[in-house]
């Protein structure tokens, strides 16, 4: 099973040029008093995280997530809990209470053992943003800051790398009521986040501790991030399977189908072209092989893995002897060439290097002395598996034209004849050459005759 994960805009081709607006974040609706920020999370545009930049009272403010301070149109003026939630900057745990909406609490300097103290320096920032697609990138948003010179609220920018400081917000106009008045704020994204996968946003609020606390603090809503759909620059994500052993059975082995195991992950084609090389069926010998994998998308954008895959062949080949052979040395020699038929041989994987133990040579023909030769037959497979058999090649004396008892028609009935006379006594077949009384059986008889006509010469 092919395994294929990809999270994408669905945007048609024609729309390539075009300004789009690709990550929005409301933060919800509800007012849900006293919600950290820390603990909302958006389907689309994941968690908010905090960081901490510089020292922090026990009483610190912190960052919220609630209606408390409600989301309202550009030139409105801020208002208390309604159903339009916000990000801002509310006091925790303070006298004040525990987020009164974009209102802060700040201490007073040289009585934090009265009243508590209220420094803050903390950045929330969000999840990554997939700019993968997109050029010429803007965020824009809704937001009211208050504070003095010395509390303040900045944009900050992440390009996958490192944090960079984006804006310093100009401080919102206060309403007649004394509440801040939300305003538009549109800025473009650094040339960086240009196709970048790993964009982030984060908005950094810090006040001392001077006591002089001036609301609203800091609250933002509709972030929208927008830029121009260009070309899709990002190869898919391959993920090979582990390297893999695989043992022949009874046929050499021919490649599988490792693409189907492979998990692919691309940013907008659902279904990349996958390509295996060496391609599925292909043969594959013995040892070690190298199978790499490619993925390509619908924009021509491709990666590569690889996996080592091998295989082992254990099995013997199966070889079989031929019948044993007789052969009759012509009268005066004690050699003869004798032709072996090859053995049988199969293999269940590659070519099979067969030799034998008479001559180290595939065919066993040849020229044999008299007697039996036990020749051993041995095939070795390419991976080095072995298997043996062995046939007997028996050459006897021709006693044809030959007097009675001259064994090795030599013209003289010697101790040489009687040698050849014992190693065939017990022989009983029709072809016995020392069956000399003619009874298929070499045996005392023939013993008894020879010794009669031990010591003569032939003719007699």
């Not at 077949?429 to 020879?450: K, R």
Request: charged residues 15%; contains cysteine; proline residues 5%.
């Amino acid at each position: 099973m092919r395994f294929i994960l990809a999270f994408a805009l669905i945007l048609p081709v024609t729309a390539m040029g075009q300004f789009v607006s690709f990550w929005t974040e409301n933060f919800g609706f509800g007012c849900n008093t006293g919600a950290l920020a820390t603990d909302y999370y958006n389907f689309n545009t994941g968690s908010w995280t905090i960081t901490e930049m510089g020292p922090n009272a026990a009483t610190a403010n912190t960052w919220f997530i609630s209606a408390t301070e409600n989301g309202n149109s550009a030139g409105q003026c801020g208002t208390g809990c309604g159903s339009d939630a916000t990000l801002h900057v509310g006091a925790f745990n303070s006298f004040m209470g525990t987020d009164l909406g974009a209102a802060y609490f700040e201490g007073l300097d040289g009585f934090c053992d009265i009243v508590g103290c209220g420094a803050t320096d903390k950045r929330i920032e969000s999840g990554f943003v997939d700019c993968t697609i997109f050029v010429d990138n803007t965020i824009s948003f809704l937001y009211m800051e208050g504070g003095n010179a010395q509390d303040n609220a900045t944009l900050w920018y992440f390009d996958g790398t490192t944090w960079s400081l984006l804006s310093d917000l100009p401080k919102t106009p206060i309403c007649d009521n004394e509440q801040g008045q939300w305003m538009t704020y549109s800025i473009d994204l650094p040339s960086s986040s240009n196709n970048n996968p790993n964009v982030r946003i984060g908005f950094r609020w810090q006040n001392n501790d001077d006591g002089q606390a001036t609301d609203p603090s800091f609250a933002v809503d509709d972030i929208s991030i927008a830029g121009e759909l260009g070309e899709d620059a990002t190869p898919p994500v391959l993920t090979c399977p582990s390297d893999t052993i695989i043992y022949t059975e009874d046929y050499c082995y021919y490649l599988g189908d490792f693409e189907s195991l492979v998990e692919v992950v691309d940013n907008l084609d659902f279904f990349p072209a996958i390509v295996q090389t060496p391609i599925v069926a292909s043969y594959v010998p013995p040892g070690p092989l190298n199978i790499s994998i490619t993925a390509t998308d619908f924009s021509g954008n491709s990666s590569s893995c690889s996996l080592l895959l091998t295989v082992i062949d254990d099995d013997a080949p199966t070889i079989e002897c031929p019948s044993s052979v007789l052969a009759e040395a012509p009268p005066g020699n004690t050699a003869t060439e004798v032709f072996v038929d090859l053995p049988l041989v199969e293999d269940n994987c590659g070519d099979v290097t067969v030799t034998n133990s008479f001559n180290a040579s595939e065919s066993a023909s040849g020229a044999y002395p008299f007697g039996t030769t036990d020749v051993v037959y041995t095939a070795t497979d390419e991976s080095g598996n072995t298997a043996q058999c062995s046939v007997e090649v028996t050459v006897n004396q021709s006693v044809a034209n030959c007097c009675l008892g001259d064994l090795n028609c030599d013209g003289a009935i010697s101790v040489a004849d009687l040698l050849i006379l014992i190693s065939q006594f017990g022989c009983i077949v029709d072809g016995c050459f020392a069956d000399l009384d003619d009874d298929s059986i070499v045996g005392v008889t023939d013993l008894q005759l020879f010794n009669s006509i031990y010591g003569s010469n032939c003719p007699q």
